[in-house]
C-alpha cells in the first residue's frame, strides 16, 4: 500500500489502519496554494521580528550550520501566539478530522513550532518525541504541515515504521534523549517527500530524523503536535509552563542565565 493518503475526503478506514501499524501517515492536498501562500507570507514576517530572535529568548531555537558551525536561528516554539495564519492551521478543521479518525477521539493542540531550516542548517538525531514526564501525553501526534517542497535534500524528516509499537526506547527519566542507530533498521527508514499542503503525522513512539539541508532553499515547516481528549484534554498552556521551566532549568546546568520568554 502507498505511505500516502488520498485528499483529506478520500481518507478511509485502511489509511487509519496504516497510521497504527506503521506509526505514520501523509495526507496530500490538504491546505490549497493560497493558504500555503499566507502561511509563507507569515513566515516571512516572523523572521524579521528581531526583537524576538535572541539567544535569551527561550522561544527561539538554534541550529549550527553542518559546514561552518554557525549558530543560526531555527524556529519558534511555540509561534501561534505571535503568528494568526499559523493559529489557523493549528485549529483547523481538516487536521482535526484527519486526528478524529486516528483518535476515535476529539483531538487537543499541545505544541505548536515553525521550523525555518534555512540553507545549510543541521538536521536532527534520531529521536523519539515522548519524554517521560507523568503528564506527557502517549497519544502524542505531530503533524507536518510543508510549506516548502521537502526532500532529502533540504533535510526532509525521516521516519522508521513500526518500532512505535516497542513504545518508549529511552530512559523514562525525564530528560530528551537520542536514539542509537542500532536502536533500527537504517534500510527500513521513509523520508516524508512533500509538496506545500500536504501534511505528514507520526506518534511520539515513531523514531525519526532529519539530515542537514544540502540544498540552496529553506525547508520550512508548521509541526503542530496534538493529544486524544481522553488523554489529559487541553493542556497546552500547562505544557508550556512546564517545558519552560524544564528549559529555565537545563540552561542554567551548562551556564545559561537569565533567559526569558517574549
Same mark, same amino acid.
Given at each position: 500500500?502507498?505511505?500516502? !493518503?488520498?485528499?483529506?475526503?478520500?481518507?478511509? /478506514?485502511?489509511?487509519?489502519?496504516?497510521?497504527?501499524?506503521?506509526?505514520? *501517515?501523509?495526507?496530500?492536498?490538504?491546505?490549497?496554494?493560497?493558504?500555503?501562500?499566507?502561511?509563507a507570507t507569515e513566515a516571512e514576517? *516572523?523572521?524579521?521580528?528581531?526583537?524576538?530572535?535572541?539567544?535569551?529568548?527561550?522561544?527561539?531555537?538554534?541550529?549550527?550550520?553542518?559546514e561552518t558551525k554557525e549558530c543560526?536561528?531555527?524556529?519558534?516554539?511555540?509561534? @501561534?501566539?505571535?503568528? /494568526?495564519?499559523?493559529?489557523?492551521?493549528?485549529?483547523? &478543521?481538516?487536521?482535526?478530522?484527519?486526528?478524529?479518525?486516528?483518535?476515535?477521539?476529539e483531538a487537543h493542540l499541545f505544541?505548536?513550532?515553525?521550523?525555518?531550516? /534555512?540553507?545549510?542548517?543541521?538536521?536532527?538525531?534520531?529521536?523519539?518525541?515522548? @519524554?517521560? #514526564?507523568?503528564?506527557?501525553?502517549?497519544?502524542? @501526534?505531530?503533524?507536518?504541515?510543508? @510549506?516548502?517542497?521537502?526532500?532529502?535534500?533540504?533535510?526532509?524528516?525521516?521516519?522508521?515504521?513500526?518500532?512505535?509499537?516497542?513504545?518508549?526506547?529511552? /530512559?523514562?527519566?525525564?530528560?530528551?534523549?537520542?536514539? !542509537?542507530?542500532?536502536?533500527?533498521?537504517?534500510?527500513?527508514?521513509?523520508?516524508?517527500? *512533500?509538496?506545500?499542503?500536504?501534511?505528514?503525522?507520526?506518534?511520539?513512539?515513531?523514531?525519526?530524523?532529519?539530515?542537514?539541508? &544540502?540544498?540552496? &532553499? #529553506?525547508?520550512?515547516? *508548521?509541526?503542530?503536535?496534538?493529544? !486524544?481528549?481522553?488523554?489529559?484534554?487541553?493542556?497546552?498552556?500547562?505544557?508550556?509552563?512546564?517545558?519552560?521551566? #524544564?528549559?529555565?532549568?537545563?540552561?542554567?546546568?551548562?551556564?545559561?542565565?537569565?533567559? #526569558?520568554?517574549?
Open positions: 500500500m502507498s505511505t500516502a !493518503a488520498p485528499p483529506l475526503a478520500g481518507i478511509m /478506514p485502511e489509511h487509519v489502519q496504516f497510521y497504527h501499524d506503521n506509526g505514520f *501517515l501523509i495526507v496530500r492536498e490538504v491546505f490549497n496554494a493560497e493558504e500555503i501562500a499566507a502561511l514576517t *516572523l523572521i524579521s521580528r528581531t526583537e524576538l530572535i535572541d539567544k535569551q529568548n527561550i522561544r527561539c531555537r538554534w541550529q549550527d550550520h553542518a543560526r536561528f531555527d524556529c519558534f516554539d511555540p509561534v @501561534i501566539d505571535i503568528g /494568526p495564519v499559523c493559529r489557523y492551521f493549528a485549529y483547523d &478543521r481538516r487536521i482535526f478530522d484527519v486526528l478524529r479518525a486516528i483518535y476515535d477521539d505544541k505548536d513550532k515553525l521550523i525555518f531550516k /534555512p540553507p545549510g542548517a543541521t538536521g536532527y538525531q534520531l529521536h523519539q518525541d515522548y @519524554i517521560g #514526564w507523568q503528564e506527557f501525553p502517549k497519544s502524542f @501526534i505531530t503533524v507536518i504541515v510543508a @510549506i516548502d517542497p521537502t526532500n532529502a535534500a533540504n533535510g526532509a524528516t525521516e521516519v522508521f515504521p513500526g518500532y512505535h509499537q516497542q513504545g518508549y526506547l529511552s /530512559p523514562k527519566d525525564g530528560d530528551y534523549h537520542h536514539l !542509537a542507530t542500532e536502536a533500527i533498521d537504517e534500510s527500513r527508514g521513509v523520508v516524508l517527500d *512533500l509538496a506545500p499542503g500536504d501534511i505528514a503525522l507520526f506518534g511520539c513512539f515513531t523514531p525519526h530524523r532529519s539530515g542537514s539541508n &544540502r540544498s540552496d &532553499r #529553506w525547508r520550512r515547516q *508548521l509541526y503542530l503536535s496534538y493529544n !486524544a481528549g481522553r488523554d489529559g484534554g487541553d493542556q497546552r498552556d500547562a505544557h508550556y509552563r512546564q517545558f519552560h521551566e #524544564w528549559l529555565v532549568k537545563k540552561y542554567a546546568e551548562y551556564g545559561k542565565t537569565g533567559v #526569558w520568554f517574549r
